[in-house]
């Protein structure tokens, strides 16, 4: 692969693969986290879900943390950064936005990431906002739009925006600032340092209001079998394997690419869904498929 004068490089069947991996795991994420609704408070189970990780990571980890303590004490800052946009605020906004907010209204908003990635760079970080890539969002949110309106574009008007999209705004904003600053600033660490010390910081942000989310919620944290499965499954596979996939994106193609595949979630969500439901995908499914991969194809032009 050859960079370009942005920093998007053009796709290979690796980084097409770590690009994709990332948001199929994480539609999958959106599927079992509904079914701990009613049992586990949503910060809590951010909570919860990355202390898994963390203790499931820390043998693979805690070895290199001693041998780059000098590399995480200078870029202090930055990790702390990382890991408060990531693990403490993303997904946690995220769990809070579907408490009180539709699947529809959060996927609509959450496919809105590579506008506010565009605008992230060129506010923050100086970057050039090129017509393609304003295209190229612009089509993947139409693709993403048409899916989850099921083809029937009468839907779009039976929206009603509530308190919870304010807090998927912020976790979309907060997501898209995690990509550019990983994306920049990242420290030169390997994979399982960086996003040990991001879990970390995390929990260390985040028990004060899991604490109080627990002392004042009348939902109480009901253990079960079940439970234990779905933190099992989010511990693992979209919380260690895919920002592990996502880390390596961002390193083979650049900031803005990636984001324009995180619009692909919803859409894996409705094929998922109704998979599991002994329903096959319908037209429309291809059709915001096709429409989504052409605006990804439209913003990885050189």
């Given at each position: 692969m050859h960079a370009s004068a942005t920093g998007t490089r053009r796709l290979d069947w690796t980084t097409l693969f770590l690009l994709t991996f990332p948001p199929l795991s994480w539609a999958g994420n959106a599927i079992v986290g509904r079914l701990a609704a009613g049992t586990v408070p949503p910060v809590t189970l951010n909570f919860v879900r990355w202390l898994l990780a963390g203790l499931l990571l820390a043998p693979y980890a805690w070895r290199g943390v001693i041998e780059h303590h000098a590399t995480l004490r200078r870029h202090a800052g930055v990790i702390v950064a990382l890991g408060m946009l990531s693990i403490a605020s993303y997904n946690a906004l995220q769990y809070l936005a579907l408490t009180t907010s539709t699947p529809i209204n959060v996927t609509l908003i959450g496919a809105s990431t590579p506008l506010f990635l565009l605008l992230i760079g060129a506010t923050c970080f100086h970057e050039k906002m090129k017509p393609w890539h304003v295209a190229g969002a612009l089509l993947c949110l139409v693709g993403v739009s048409f899916v989850l309106v099921r083809g029937e574009i009468g839907r779009l008007a039976q929206l009603d925006f509530v308190a919870g999209d304010l807090f998927m705004l912020a976790a979309t904003i907060a997501w898209s600032a995690y990509t550019w600053l990983l994306r920049k600033q990242r420290?030169?660490?390997?994979?399982?340092?960086?996003?040990?010390?991001?879990?970390?910081?995390?929990?260390?942000?985040?028990?004060?209001?899991?604490?109080?989310?627990?002392?004042?919620?009348?939902?109480?944290?009901?253990?079960?079998?079940?439970?234990?499965?779905?933190?099992?499954?989010?511990?693992?596979?979209?919380?260690?394997?895919?920002?592990?996939?996502?880390?390596?994106?961002i390193a083979r193609?650049?900031?803005?690419?990636?984001?324009?595949?995180?619009?692909?979630?919803?859409?894996?969500?409705?094929?998922?869904?109704?998979?599991?439901?002994?329903?096959?995908?319908?037209?429309?499914?291809?059709?915001?498929?096709?429409?989504?991969?052409?605006?990804?194809?439209?913003?990885?032009?050189?």
């Open positions: 420290p030169q660490l390997p994979l399982p340092v960086l996003l040990f010390a991001q879990i970390v910081t995390g929990l260390v942000v985040s028990a004060p209001v899991t604490a109080w989310e627990l002392m004042t919620l009348d939902q109480p944290f009901q253990w079960s079998g079940k439970v234990a499965a779905i933190l099992l499954y989010v511990a693992t596979i979209p919380s260690l394997l895919a920002y592990f996939a996502w880390d390596r994106a193609a650049g900031a803005e690419l990636p984001v324009f595949f995180i619009t692909l979630t919803p859409v894996f969500a409705a094929l998922l869904s109704t998979l599991l439901l002994g329903d096959w995908p319908r037209w429309y499914h291809g059709v915001g498929l096709v429409t989504i991969g052409a605006g990804i194809w439209l913003a990885q032009r050189r």
